[in-house]
């Protein structure tokens, strides 16, 4: 047994160590070359890009930032759209937390019925999960834009509120542009009214002459609201069109007059169910309270 059998391929001392070193360095390099293999991929922190320029710069910035606003610009005044946008569609887009949802006319049919400055009042003041002024600042949203920012979702919820008058600008200026926006809202009333009867009662509007819009009070004012309730008014309070209550009728005006005035002269300016801001004209606002005094003097 001195010899290896015949046909073995280690015959000398020499081969065995050879071929034992063999046996362990190969699979060593297989091993070493399949790990490289793997771990091929290039490196950065900790396997994020933590390192990137971007994040290392969101990473050292300053903790607070001051914004410079030049007090003596011109303000530049959002619209009721982009408040919407950027405040109110928080909550308001989807109904969160009970809020009335945009564009969800059921929602907001008995918020319109309160008219647009008691909702404009709501919106800066507040009301259980809504937050004064959407939870934004007088310096970030002036009254105004909060108020147009209400008119374009009132609007959206089917009311046909004009905006509030620009602050700055001219009184005399809104209060044309509110009139122009209500004698607009005369037309569509009448398709969301969809009845005979409404129709019927818009067509005698249509012919009827409409009251110069932002004149001054008239210097008779129980003169005025007579006139205005003959031209306009009439059209569905004569009759009780729509179930308006009917002049002099004692009893159809009874239960609303429990309202303080102005409640009812709000219903009267900015409508109220079918009843449309101002009857559909573009009387000035003192006009059609006077008009309503004269409604409701007949009633008591
Ligand atoms: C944090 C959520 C939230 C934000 C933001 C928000 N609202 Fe509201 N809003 C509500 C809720 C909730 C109600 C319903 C309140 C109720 O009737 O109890 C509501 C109701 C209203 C009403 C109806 C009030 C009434 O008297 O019926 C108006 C108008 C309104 N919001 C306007 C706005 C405007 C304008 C903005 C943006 C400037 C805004 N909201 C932002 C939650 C919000
Ligand atoms: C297109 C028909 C129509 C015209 C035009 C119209 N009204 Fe009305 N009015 C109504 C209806 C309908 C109601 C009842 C609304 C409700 O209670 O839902 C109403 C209700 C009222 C109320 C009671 C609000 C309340 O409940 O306290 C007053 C006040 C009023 N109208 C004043 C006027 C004046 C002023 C004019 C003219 C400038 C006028 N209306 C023109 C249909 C009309």
Not at 6 to 25: C, E
Not at 169 to 193: C, D, F, K, L, T
């Amino acid at each position: 047994m001195s010899e290896a059998p015949h046909g073995a391929p280690i015959k000398t001392p020499g081969q065995l160590i050879a071929a034992v070193i063999a046996g362990f360095a190969v699979p060593i390099v297989i091993i070493i070359l399949l790990a490289n293999y793997v771990n091929k991929s290039t490196r950065t922190g900790a396997g994020t890009d933590g390192m990137s320029d971007a994040v290392v710069a969101q990473r050292i910035a300053p903790l607070a930032q001051v914004n410079l606003r030049d007090a003596n610009a011109p303000r530049v005044y959002k619209s009721g759209e982009q408040v919407y946008q950027a405040v109110c569609s928080a909550c308001h887009a989807t109904g969160n937390a009970g809020a009335p949802k945009f564009g969800n006319a059921g929602d907001w049919a008995p918020r319109i019925a309160q008219g647009f400055d008691a909702l404009w009042h709501t919106a800066l003041t507040g009301k259980n999960a809504m937050p004064a002024r959407g939870g934004t600042s007088p310096d970030d949203y002036s009254d105004y834009e909060i108020g147009r920012a209400v008119a374009y979702m009132a609007d959206h919820g089917g009311a046909q509120f004009a905006d509030p008058p620009a602050p700055a600008a001219s009184g005399a200026a809104g209060q044309g542009a509110a009139a122009g926006a209500a004698s607009e809202a005369s037309a569509s009333a009448a398709v969301s009214a969809a009845s005979a009867q409404a129709a019927a009662a818009i067509a005698a509007l249509s012919s009827a002459p409409q009251a110069n819009a932002g004149a001054a009070p008239s210097a008779d004012a129980a003169q005025a609201g007579k006139a205005l309730y003959q031209q306009i008014c009439q059209a569905c309070h004569a009759a009780g069109v729509l179930n308006a209550p009917k002049f002099g009728d004692k009893d159809a005006w009874a239960p609303r007059l429990k309202d303080p005035m102005d409640v009812v002269y709000n219903y009267a300016l900015h409508g109220k169910g079918n009843m449309p801001p101002k009857g559909g004209s573009t009387a000035s606002d003192a006009d059609v309270k006077a008009a309503v005094d004269y409604m409701v003097g007949a009633a008591k």
